[in-house]
Structure formats: structure tokens, C-alpha cells
């Protein structure tokens, strides 16, 4: 499991609407193509993993705004989990992120798994600092 905290000069509640928001994941996330939300709530990220357009399936499995949000995969042979938690800074004013991020492998995908943390763990930054720029330039 990975865990990064950043801090983001906006308040809590801007950062949560947009960070839990998989419409705009793409926006944030340098590896998603593109996401589908569902009528019945769940979401289907398409990501570039070594070059190749994979789909998964995901649903939120926590939603306590403006705190505390997660999503996992809802089958696949390696399946994410994620967490965001935002707590408030200068009474308000500013954030603090951390997200956590681990994967669990199904089958023979078991031993995929420690090669896709560190992967995760080298493209994750990335995105978590586009984040901090695009709400602080709002």
C-alpha cells in the first residue's frame, strides 16, 4: 500500500467535489483515458497501462463528504483500492490530502501485484500534483 499527502491552498469541500468526482479523473489522472459513470452509481475507468487501453469497473465504497471517500474494482484479476481523506487546514481555508492506494490480485495475477505498486507508486505523484495545480489555479 502507498500512502501520499499533499496540501492543496483550497477548502476542503472544493477539493473533495472535485477529487471524488470520476468524471474528471481524466483531468487529474495522466493514465485515464476516459470514465463512464453508471446509473446505479458504479464507474468504468478506461486507464493506458504499458500501452494498452484496459477498462475496469469500479464502485465507491465509502462516501463521507467532505472527508472521506473510496473506490475499489469490482472484479478483474488485479484490483485497485483507493482512498481520499481531506482534512481542513488554517480553519478552512486549505486542505490536506492523503491517498492510499493498494491492489489485490485474483489467481495467477497474484504475482502482478508488487510490480503494479511500484508502477502506481512512480505515476501516482504525478497525478496528485495535476490535482493541486488544477484546483489552485481555480
Not at 468524471?23 to 485515464?32: I, L, M, S, T
Amino acid at each position: 500500500m502507498t500512502a501520499t499527502t499533499i496540501e492543496i491552498d483550497r477548502p476542503p469541500a472544493d477539493v473533495y467535489a472535485y477529487a471524488t468526482d470520476p468524471a474528471r479523473f481524466p483531468e487529474w489522472q495522466a493514465d485515464v483515458r476516459r470514465v463512464e459513470v453508471h446509473p446505479d452509481g458504479r464507474f468504468t475507468t478506461v486507464r493506458r497501462i504499458a500501452g494498452v487501453d484496459r477498462p475496469m469497473l469500479q464502485e465507491i465504497t465509502l462516501a463521507e463528504p467532505p472527508v472521506r471517500w473510496a473506490a475499489g474494482a469490482v472484479g478483474g484479476a488485479v484490483r485497485p483500492e483507493a482512498t481520499i481523506t481531506v482534512e481542513p487546514l488554517d480553519d478552512g481555508r486549505r486542505s490536506r490530502v492523503t491517498f492510499t492506494l493498494d491492489f489485490t490480485g485474483h489467481g495467477p495475477a497474484d504475482l502482478l501485484v508488487p510490480v503494479v505498486r511500484r508502477m502506481a507508486a512512480k505515476a501516482a505523484p504525478r497525478s496528485y500534483a495535476r490535482l493541486k495545480e488544477l484546483l489552485e489555479r481555480r
